[in-house]
């Protein structure tokens, strides 16, 4: 009897909330696996839709957890395994069917690059939340390198591209397998990047940006596959400006800090001469 009460009692301290986090990175890397086998079966729009639905929950999967205040080690380890596979593996396949495959083994070899590039990126952000020394507030607006699904975005700009003109140079290898490189580069590289987690609007320009959130809709409805090309592509021109931004607040950073440094050596200075 008393170990049924204590079973019950378990049951019902533990709350839904901290499962709606894990759900719905489990739906993102569902939505990886099948864009797998849309590729594999030839759908090749299909499984770039699949990408970017799970581009959608993996975007929502940590904002939940943190507004819901369930966040958890387990959660994040779940999180970076579902980006590997939706935004390392499966992009990399859907490419390597739709375009290197023509190129032998030379195509097979850049296409292994880019989820190599993916799992370095994602082991170095784990590893950095393990540091012991917190770094700076202000640099939890950055990223270093481009994030896994970005990353995913622009390498399947030449096939989004391929969609809308129904051309085939934007599928050729020489363009897909550049398009693999750089981005690859990208993603292990140590540029810093706007997160958008923590930016704030000014209240002026609230209504441009909701109009300008119309008109991207409105893009996207009419020519989705150009919109999200768009995207991706005004994604990768705000990286000089993340890059200046970082170093500008790097830059405030050390001269706010440098008079307490004064200040503290001072202190040690007096410190030593009164026990002289």
């Known amino acids: 009897m008393d170990r049924d009460f204590r079973s019950r009692g378990r049951l019902r301290g533990f709350s839904i909330n901290r499962l709606i986090p894990n759900m719905l990175t489990l739906a993102a890397l569902c ?5 797998i086998r849309f590729a594999l079966q030839g759908q090749l729009r299909l499984a770039v839709i699949a990408i970017i639905v799970a581009a959608i929950f993996d975007a929502l999967d940590g904002r939940v957890a943190r507004r819901l205040g369930v966040t958890s080690r387990f959660g994040a380890e779940l999180d970076s395994l579902s980006d590997f596979l939706c935004f390392g593996v499966s992009p990399a396949l859907v490419l390597y069917l739709a375009s290197m495959q023509g190129a032998g083994s030379l195509g097979w070899v850049i296409t292994l690059m880019f989820p190599i590039c993916s799992a370095l990126r994602l082991a170095r952000f784990n590893t950095a939340l393990l ?15 481009v994030p896994a699904p970005a990353g995913a975005l622009l390498a399947l700009i030449p096939l989004m591209v391929s ?3 129904e051309a085939a140079w934007p599928r050729h290898p020489l363009v897909v397998g550049t398009v693999l490189v750089v981005v690859g ?7 810093p990047t706007f997160s958008f987690k923590k930016g704030r609007v000014p209240r002026h320009l609230v209504l441009p940006l909701l109009l300008g959130a119309a008109l991207v809709m409105g893009v996207l409805a009419s020519s989705p ?3 999200m ?10 990286i000089p400006f993340s890059w200046f931004s970082y170093r500008r607040q790097s830059r405030q950073d050390r001269q706010a800090a440098a008079p307490n440094e004064v200040v503290t050596l001072r202190a040690v200075d007096s410190g030593a001469s009164r026990t002289d």
């Open 131 to 145: 540091s012991d020394t917190p770094p700076p507030v202000w640099t939890g607006s950055f990223f270093t390198g």
């Open 225 to 227: 596959w150009i919109g």
């Open 163 to 165: 969609f809308e003109i």
């Open 229 to 238: 090309s768009l995207l991706g592509l005004v994604y990768a021109s705000l």
């Open 185 to 191: 580069g990208l993603m292990v590289s140590r540029l």
């Open 31 to 35: 939505s990886g696996l099948t864009a």
